[in-house]
């Protein structure tokens, strides 16, 4: 739908209305990743919406894994998506624990 609003709250810029924004988006991701598997691993109905953890994993096409993994709210009337809030990131592959990226993200004391 051309109301269709998606809110991506880590990353506010990424937000977007309409549902052209949706077909470019995948488009671009079957593009780049035509593998691409996504699996919603559980969620909850409550009313209208419907909270998911989701999982999309593939190959991009220069070889690289592709994993992304979290967390996608939609709000749902008529039986159709009218909004979403995207927590949906990369997963960060790197050896670094919890601590280091405490410290990282909030500075040193």
């Known amino acids: ?3 269709y609003l ?3 709250p880590a990353h506010p810029a990424r937000g977007f209305t309409g549902s052209e924004q949706v077909r470019r988006n995948w488009t671009e991701i079957f593009g780049g990743v035509p593998d691409v598997r996504a699996r919603v691993l ?3 109905v409550d009313g209208d919406t419907i909270w ?3 999982e999309m994993a593939g190959t991009r ?3 690289r894994p592709h994993l992304m993994r979290g967390v996608i709210v939609f709000g749902v009337r008529d039986g159709r998506a009218k909004w979403s809030r995207f ?9 670094d624990g919890v ?3 405490v410290h990282t993200q909030v500075g040193a004391r």
């Open 1 to 3: 739908a051309s109301d």
């Open 6 to 8: 998606n809110e991506t």
């Open 42 to 44: 559980r969620w909850v």
């Open 52 to 54: 998911g953890e989701w």
């Open 61 to 63: 096409r220069d070889g």
């Open 87 to 95: 927590y949906l990131e990369p997963v960060d592959d790197s050896p």
């Open 99 to 101: 601590e280091p990226t």
